[in-house]
């Protein structure tokens, strides 16, 4: 398996497309949608605690496939937050490590 296609890479090369979207602001593009919303901050702060919610209810519910799509949801959404703080995937790495 090649660096491109390993699940550990996911997450970098998730947040390396938010970030460029970020910088880029491609018409069309949902995640470039998140960072000209006319709410702000607020629009991916409201869709972060939709999916923490729908991710609770699935985990209550017993729902595997649909606790992994939420899941999928509220890291995606975590991530364009820390996109917008212009903090990194690095730095929440150190701040996970130093809870340990």
Avoid: C
Avoid at 6 to 15: G, I, W
Wanted: glycine share 4%; net charge negative.
């Amino acid at each position: 398996m090649d660096d491109d296609t390993h699940p550990q890479a996911v997450l970098d090369e998730l947040f390396a497309t938010i970030q460029d979207r970020k910088q880029t602001l491609p018409d069309g593009s949902y995640t470039a949608s998140l960072f000209t919303h006319e709410k702000g901050e607020n629009a991916v702060l409201e869709k972060l605690g939709e999916e923490a919610t729908e991710t609770i209810l699935a985990a209550k519910d017993d729902d595997r496939e649909e606790v992994l799509a939420e899941s999928a949801d509220l890291v995606y959404h975590l991530l364009v937050v820390l996109a917008m703080e212009d903090a990194s995937l690095d730095d929440l790495r150190v701040e996970l490590r130093d809870r340990f």
